[in-house]
């Protein structure tokens, strides 16, 4: 499965701390209301990293109970034991003739008295297709030359529900569904149709020229395959990673956002040229994606056909499904919606791992003590800080929890600022029962600004207030953890900036600050002097950035 590729947004704390990768560089919690981008130029591919953000999956037994009810699984499943203990089939291995409409109606395809419809009758084969595929029944000939087909070895554990059976045989056929899925329509109808006359002529004018038309006809067909299968793929991990994002119940993406985001360029809006090229990718995605809903990898509502009736354009022209003008909620419904399910993260998660990518889960990095857990979320390439500190904390004792994240955030290493962030917001998740453990670093050198702000955040009003050496020493380090978090976002550090307490006199301000002893001080200065936008208070704030320097 193709990797969607994006850059490490490192900071740059300094030549004397080393410079850390930083979970700073996905930009996809922005999806709703504007329009995002996937790719990098051509010169930035070869150094980018291949970042897959964490996912949060249910217990492997639950996914193994949706696997089972999804209904051409199940039926999958029904047909394999119904074969019990053989049944005869076709020398291809498919239900014979007197066998498909009481296989149609076994499955509640058509009623179990009367004519059974030829849709019905279809769908049961597909069904019997698949758990031949799946080796849930097995083809064998008997010494009489019968072909017959009899139950495979997974089924009893598949029917009892074995998550490891299950999960198995249903990635199988998502597998099997998504390169069906990607063949359907492969190739444009003009495109088929004028391959088949080809071959028609052919016939008549010699067996040289049919060759070289066959072959003409089969490099369009692989082409147009490769060229849907990596559409589908990066429409895939699109999804994948805006549900990784989205808040619980959010996570349905329209279509011609799916396609946007396929489409458009970083920084750009859709121009007519693009909203063509996003109608088209709309229309390629509907097929395959409806494919997929059914082996319930996502919740797909299509495009509605009559769009295409009220939206013609010219004599041979497609009609655009995108536009300018505003849809309410309805209205756009109509064209298309997808939503990714549980099972179809935990199939392409799955599939990215077999090829070699790291995708986390939710959850990994709390497994350790509270010193693990900080090191790991400030270290990770992707990852979702406060769902691992929400982990970690779940079931533990306040106060020792407390604690033992106080102690983990203490150092002046490259990472501390961040950790010790980190352990303010584990500290708001524990609320405060927390303030026992906090009331006993009020005089720490490196945690007792923290602790003062927290304990008067909670409401506090017995809180001393800090000497000028700790309170200097807390705003730099709050802003380093920041400056490393935000990952030299210009944006979000003016805003940080503005809120620095500069007086009407910065030169008296930064010629405090610069002697902070703190690793980070001069990188802060450096921020302040780049960014803030009062040119008197940017221009001090480069001086003492220089001394800082300087006294080291």
């Known amino acids: 499965m193709a990797g969607r590729r994006r850059k490490n947004a490192g900071a740059s704390p300094g030549e004397s701390a080393a410079e850390p990768v930083l979970p700073a560089d996905l930009e996809l919690q922005d999806l709703y209301g504007a329009f995002a981008a996937h790719g990098l130029d051509d010169e930035d591919l070869d150094d980018a990293a291949v970042l897959v953000p964490p996912v949060k999956l249910p217990a492997e037994e639950e996914l193994a109970a949706l696997a089972k009810a999804v209904p051409m699984f199940g039926y999958a499943l029904a047909l394999a034991r119904w074969a019990a203990p ?14 498909r409409a009481p296989a149609a109606q076994l499955l509640g395809l058509a009623p179990a008295e009367g004519e059974v419809p030829e849709e019905a009758e279809v769908e049961a084969m597909r069904a019997w297709s698949l758990a031949c595929d799946l080796d849930l029944v097995e083809i064998g000939t008997t010494a009489a030359g019968e072909h017959v087909a009899v139950p495979g070895p ?27 899925a990607v063949e359907a329509d492969s190739l444009p109808e003009e495109e088929a149709a004028r391959a088949a006359e080809g071959g028609e002529d052919g016939e008549a004018g010699g067996a040289g020229d049919a060759g070289e038309e066959d072959e003409d006809a089969l490099s369009e067909v692989e082409d147009a395959r490769d060229a849907a299968a990596e559409l589908l793929d990066e429409a895939l991990q699109v999804l994948y990673e805006t549900t990784a994002f989205a808040d619980p119940g959010n996570e349905t993406v329209p279509l011609g956002v799916l396609a946007a985001l396929l489409v458009v360029p970083e920084g750009e809006e859709p121009s007519e040229e693009l909203l063509g090229d996003i109608t088209d990718v709309m229309v390629a995605l509907d097929p395959m994606l409806g494919d997929l809903a059914e082996l319930g990898l996502l919740e797909y509502r299509p495009i509605d056909p009559e769009l295409f009736d009220e939206e013609e354009g010219p004599e041979g022209e497609e009609p655009a499904l995108v536009g300018e003008a505003p849809l309410d909620e309805e209205e756009s419904a109509r064209f298309g919606l997808v939503r990714l399910t ?13 090829d070699g990518y790291d995708a986390p889960l939710v959850g990994e990095l ?4 509270a010193a693990e857990l900080l090191r790991a979320v400030c270290e990770a390439a992707t990852v979702l800080p ?10 533990r004792e306040p106060v020792a929890a407390a604690r033992e994240l106080l102690a983990a955030a203490r150092g002046d290493d490259a990472y501390a600022p961040m950790r010790r962030m980190l352990g303010v917001s584990a500290l708001n998740m524990l609320g405060t029962a927390a303030e026992p453990a906090v009331r006993d670093v009020l005089d720490d050198p490196e945690l007792g600004g923290a602790a003062r702000a927290w304990l008067t955040s909670k409401g506090a009003t017995d809180v001393p207030v800090p000497e000028r050496t700790m309170a200097l020493w807390t705003v730099v380090d709050t802003f380093a953890a920041q400056l490393l978090d935000s990952g030299g976002d210009a944006e979000l550090l003016r805003e940080l900036i503005a809120d620095l307490p500069v007086t009407g006199n910065p030169a008296s301000y930064f010629g405090e600050l610069w002697r902070v002893d703190h690793p980070y001080t001069a990188d802060v200065l450096e921020a302040v002097g780049e960014l803030h936008l009062d040119r008197a208070v940017a221009k001090e704030a480069r001086k003492a950035a220089f001394k800082a320097r300087s006294k080291g």
Not at 86 to 98: K, M, Q, S, Y
Not at 342 to 354: M, S, T
Not at 387 to 395: A, D, P, Q
């Open 154 to 180: 997974d089924l009893e554990p598949a029917e009892e529900g074995d998550p490891e059976t299950v999960l198995e045989l249903w990635l199988t056929a998502a597998g099997i569904v998504r390169e069906l």
């Open 86 to 99: 053989h049944r005869v089939v076709d020398e291809f291995g498919d239900l014979v003739e007197e066998d």
């Open 342 to 354: 549980p099972l179809g993260q935990y199939g392409i998660r799955q599939w990215l791992l077999e």
């Open 386 to 395: 406060d769902e691992e500190l929400r982990v970690w904390i779940t079931g």
């Open 366 to 369: 709390a497994q350790g003590d």
